[in-house]
């Protein structure tokens, strides 16, 4: 009996030593620091409760953690707390922030660029593009009906004063959307010119919002005939079955990128390193397909109802400059 006893007390302190240690990770069901992943996101729930399912289907002994941060909080998070960050991957983080942030990631020279369209690969190598979004005007007919109004042509006939208190935009400073719309504009026409535009358009906006979605919603609720926003906001809620039209003017439609890389370090751990090429050789294929359609690669096709083809982007030169950014938003003043 005191043999089999000490035999057993000898067995549970060898389990306990390789708990500790680290042994048998790997192991169904077991989760260790080895096998732990933290991401941190950008993107919407429903996208990340997609991914997350994905990842965690694909990977069921790993520890994975998604969390969604605000862009301006990550971006100000990854500053302050650099390669010490807990987390491993961010996904689609701003493309300006990531090229401000750059240093804090890790090299990918090793991943093929090639599927990329040629304008969309960074020369260092440090982080990919997840997405491409553009912005449009969208407009709610009925309103603009009872109104006795036709939808505006350009940006120009969108400051007559007929559309005073119709037209709905996010503020630049709060919104990267509506910081798209501002940049394009004092690309194509100059900052003078464009400033003083904003002078006569902010005299029709009923409200500039703290966010991008302000416009979408203040149409869907009848609040505004006329919204500059996002170009997947109004396809989802038109395949919902709300009357919305979508529209682009002659300078084109602005546009940003979000990106998503390894903070450096974190890629010399395996289960951080499978994790990213699930998203690189995968999951960011799903993602257009379900969500963002628009095109970042050579063989990619828009597959998803009701939304524009052929989008002509507009010019979106200083769009990874962050001190223009800063400069363009000190400028702003509604």
Same mark, same amino acid.
């Given at each position: 009996?005191?043999?089999?006893?000490?035999?057993?007390?000898?067995?549970?302190?060898?389990?306990?030593?390789?708990?500790?240690?680290?042994?048998?990770?790997?192991?169904?069901?077991?989760?260790? !620091?080895?096998?732990?992943?933290?991401?941190?996101?950008?993107?919407?729930?429903?996208?990340?409760?997609?991914?997350?399912?994905?990842?965690?289907?694909?990977?069921?002994?790993?520890?994975?953690?998604?969390?969604?941060?605000?862009?301006?909080?990550?971006?100000?998070?990854?500053?302050?707390?650099?390669?010490?960050?807990?987390?491993?991957?961010?996904?689609?983080?701003?493309?300006?922030?990531?090229?401000?942030?750059?240093?804090?990631?890790? !090299?990918?020279?090793?991943?093929?660029?090639?599927?990329?369209?040629?304008?969309?690969?960074?020369?260092?190598?440090?982080?990919?593009?997840?997405?491409?979004?553009?912005?449009?005007?969208?407009?709610?007919?009925?309103?603009?009906?009872?109104?006795?109004?036709?939808?505006?042509?350009?940006?120009?006939?969108?400051?007559?004063?007929?559309?005073?208190?119709?037209?709905?935009?996010?503020?630049?400073?709060?919104?990267?959307?509506?910081?798209?719309?501002?940049?394009?504009?004092?690309?194509?026409?100059?900052?003078?010119?464009?400033?003083?535009?904003?002078?006569?358009?902010?005299?029709?906006?009923?409200?500039?919002?703290?966010?991008?979605?302000?416009?979408?919603?203040?149409?869907?609720?009848?609040?505004?005939?006329?919204?500059?926003?996002?170009?997947?906001?109004?396809?989802?809620?038109?395949?919902?079955?709300?009357?919305?039209?979508?529209?682009?003017?002659?300078?084109?439609?602005?546009?940003?990128?979000?990106?998503?890389?390894?903070?450096?370090?974190?890629?010399?751990?395996?289960?951080?390193?499978?994790?990213?090429?699930?998203?690189?050789?995968?999951?960011?294929?799903?993602?257009?397909?379900?969500?963002?359609?628009?095109?970042?690669?050579?063989?990619?096709?828009?597959?998803?109802?009701?939304?524009?083809?052929?989008?002509?982007?507009?010019?979106?030169?200083?769009?990874?400059?962050?001190?223009?950014?800063?400069?363009?938003?000190?400028?702003?003043?509604?």
């Amino acid at each position: 009996m005191k043999k089999w006893m000490m035999a057993a007390v000898a067995a549970v302190m060898l389990l306990g030593a390789m708990a500790a240690s680290g042994c048998g990770k790997g192991a169904e069901g077991v989760k260790t !620091d080895d096998n732990k992943v933290v991401i941190y996101s950008c993107l919407e729930d429903f996208r990340n409760d997609y991914i997350l399912d994905k990842l965690k289907e694909k990977f069921p002994d790993y520890d994975i953690t998604l969390q969604f941060v605000a862009t301006g909080n990550l971006a100000a998070k990854i500053k302050s707390e650099g390669e010490a960050t807990e987390g491993d991957i961010i996904l689609a983080l701003q493309a300006v922030y990531m090229e401000q942030l750059k240093d804090n990631f890790a !090299d990918l020279s090793s991943y093929d660029t090639s599927k990329y369209l040629d304008e969309l690969v960074m020369d260092h190598h440090k982080y990919l593009i997840w997405e491409r979004f553009s912005g449009c005007i969208m407009t709610n007919p009925k309103i603009l009906e009872e109104k006795g109004l036709t939808e505006p042509e350009s940006f120009e006939e969108l400051a007559d004063p007929k559309y005073k208190g119709l037209v709905s935009m996010p503020d630049p400073k709060t919104s990267s959307t509506g910081f798209i719309f501002y940049q394009m504009l004092v690309n194509d026409w100059g900052e003078d010119k464009a400033l003083e535009y904003f002078d006569r358009l902010s005299e029709n906006v009923l409200q500039f919002t703290t966010s991008g979605s302000g416009p979408v919603s203040a149409l869907t609720q009848g609040e505004a005939a006329i919204g500059l926003g996002i170009t997947y906001q109004p396809v989802q809620q038109i395949n919902d079955g709300v009357k919305m039209n979508i529209r682009f003017f002659e300078e084109g439609a602005p546009y940003d990128l979000d990106g998503y890389g390894m903070i450096r370090g974190k890629e010399e751990k395996k289960a951080v390193k499978d994790v990213f090429d699930y998203l690189y050789d995968t999951l960011i294929y799903e993602d257009k397909d379900l969500y963002s359609p628009e095109q970042i690669f050579k063989e990619q096709s828009n597959t998803i109802e009701n939304y524009p083809k052929d989008i002509p982007y507009g010019d979106m030169t200083g769009a990874l400059d962050i001190k223009e950014k800063e400069r363009l938003l000190g400028e702003w003043k509604y």
